[in-house]
């Protein structure tokens, strides 16, 4: 397990996108991916071994009232994870409180669910397992470095 990214809710996505490009040394165009999931639009940019994720949303949406009663800032730590549905059956076995009963979809074609902040001292976690990369890690080829890949 480890950091996935880290989700910064915003007011104005185009003003957020602006100062973090600067923030993260003028990073081109390439290194921004967006997205628009439901009722949030999100901006996601590498930044080292992790990346950033900026979040808005529209009127009426979860991150719209985040930002009404909380104003922008950090919104969630995400952690990436294999096999998210028996993490999360561990996480309640161990009385850990679970936002989602279930693994749902969210953006670049992974399966969330989050952490209720009242068990990881106030601190909203969303768990994150990328389809591709949990199949690879249980590909024994991947393991040894091959990748399931002929051409190297």
């Given at each position: 397990?480890?950091?996935?990214?880290?989700?910064?809710?915003?007011?104005d996505?185009?003003?957020?996108?602006?100062t973090?490009?600067?923030?993260?040394?003028g990073?081109?165009?390439?290194?921004?991916?967006?997205?628009?999931?439901?009722?949030?639009?999100?901006?996601?940019?590498?930044?080292?071994?992790?990346?950033?994720?900026?979040?808005?949303?529209?009127?009426?949406?979860?991150?719209?009232?985040?930002?009404a009663?909380?104003?922008?800032?950090?919104?969630?730590?995400?952690?990436?994870?294999?096999?998210?549905?028996?993490?999360?059956?561990?996480?309640?076995?161990?009385?850990?409180?679970?936002?989602?009963?279930?693994?749902?979809?969210?953006?670049?074609?992974?399966?969330?669910?989050?952490?209720?902040?009242?068990?990881?001292?106030?601190?909203?976690?969303?768990?994150?397992?990328?389809?591709?990369?949990?199949?690879?890690?249980?590909?024994?080829?991947?393991?040894?470095?091959?990748?399931?890949?002929?051409?190297?």
């Open positions: 397990m480890h950091i996935d990214h880290i989700a910064i809710a915003v007011a996505l185009e003003a957020a996108i602006d973090y490009r600067q923030l993260l040394g990073a081109d165009k390439s290194n921004l991916r967006r997205e628009t999931v439901g009722d949030t639009e999100t901006a996601f940019f590498s930044a080292g071994g992790t990346e950033i994720e900026l979040v808005h949303g529209e009127e009426g949406s979860v991150i719209a009232a985040f930002l009663k909380r104003g922008p800032g950090l919104h969630h730590l995400a952690l990436r994870v294999d096999h998210l549905r028996s993490v999360l059956e561990g996480l309640r076995a161990a009385g850990i409180a679970v936002i989602e009963p279930a693994p749902r979809a969210g953006s670049r074609g992974t399966s969330v669910a989050f952490i209720h902040p009242r068990a990881t001292q106030g601190v909203l976690v969303e768990l994150v397992e990328h389809p591709a990369l949990s199949k690879q890690s249980r590909d024994p080829k991947v393991q040894d470095g091959d990748g399931g890949n002929e051409e190297h």
